[in-house]
């Protein structure tokens, strides 16, 4: 069985602080993809990216950042130089992926970030 | 413009009372599935496609069905809903997976009251 845990429940800082929100999987798959979400106070989901088991180079995207270690299970997600706007839950989730295609996807709980002004 | 629409956005029903929640894309993205998300239990898969008349269960498809007739669109189905599956539920329409522009969208929601 596969599970992601994002043992943050809430996080807050305080506007221009790093943060960092922890992901932690487990799957006895060699072949899987994990991706990061973001569901703002208005309700809808964003898919902010996607990273397979196969590649393990670091990623940044403008203020975030994801450092992907298969030697840990980790998949965390940094924000740098938070703002306001990033106040969000954000979603860690796991698919196992082989070459017929998808399986399922597993999610974490989330993480309830909060930027205070 | 990419977008996975779903009707209705909300729903009050009483308890076994037949409902259908649509699901269309317009990006003809073969993977698409169903999620229920409750409070403190982040989002839960019921049921995905992966293309026309192949689909599977989640991890949470009891009490639900889908069919997948036509690409674009993805109902889930619930014949006799209980009020246990009150919950907020995404549609997300998904490109492939290995492909190097991979994309994914989420509906809107559609938050379900059952009594």
């Known amino acids: 069985a596969q599970k992601v845990t994002q043992a943050q429940t809430e996080i807050s800082v305080v506007e221009k602080e790093d943060v960092t929100l922890d992901c932690v999987y487990e799957t006895r798959d060699t072949t899987y993809y994990l991706f990061w979400y973001k569901q703002p106070p208005s309700g809808e989901l964003v898919f902010l990216i996607r990273?397979?088991?196969?590649?393990?180079q670091n990623e940044i995207s403008g203020r975030y950042s994801w450092n992907f270690q298969k030697s840990t299970s980790s998949f965390n997600f940094t924000i740098t130089a938070s703002q306001v706007v990033d106040s969000a839950v954000y979603f860690c989730?796991?698919?196992?992926?082989?070459?017929?295609?998808?399986?399922?996807?597993?999610f974490g709980t989330g993480t309830k970030l909060q930027v205070i002004p | 413009e990419a977008q996975v629409t779903q009707n209705p956005r909300y729903l009050i029903t009483v308890t076994g009372k037949k409902l259908t929640v649509t699901c269309s894309q317009n990006?003809?993205?073969?993977?698409m599935s169903w999620y229920r998300q409750d409070p403190g239990l982040g989002l839960r898969q019921i049921y995905y496609?992966?293309?026309?008349?192949?689909?599977d269960k989640g991890d949470v498809p009891e009490g639900y069905k889908v069919s997948r007739k036509e690409k674009r669109n993805f109902p889930l189905i619930l014949e006799s809903p209980s009020p246990n599956q009150t919950s907020l539920y995404f549609c997300?329409?998904?490109?492939?997976?290995?492909?190097?522009?991979?994309?994914?969208?989420f509906g809107p929601g559609t938050r379900l009251t059952v009594t």
């Open positions: 496609s992966m293309n026309v008349e192949v689909t």
């Open positions: 997300a329409s998904t490109s492939l997976i290995h492909s190097d522009k991979h994309e994914q969208y």
């Open positions: 990273r397979n088991s196969f590649d393990e």
């Open positions: 989730a796991l698919l196992q992926g082989d070459s017929g295609g998808y399986q399922k996807v597993t």
């Open positions: 990006m003809n993205h073969e993977y």
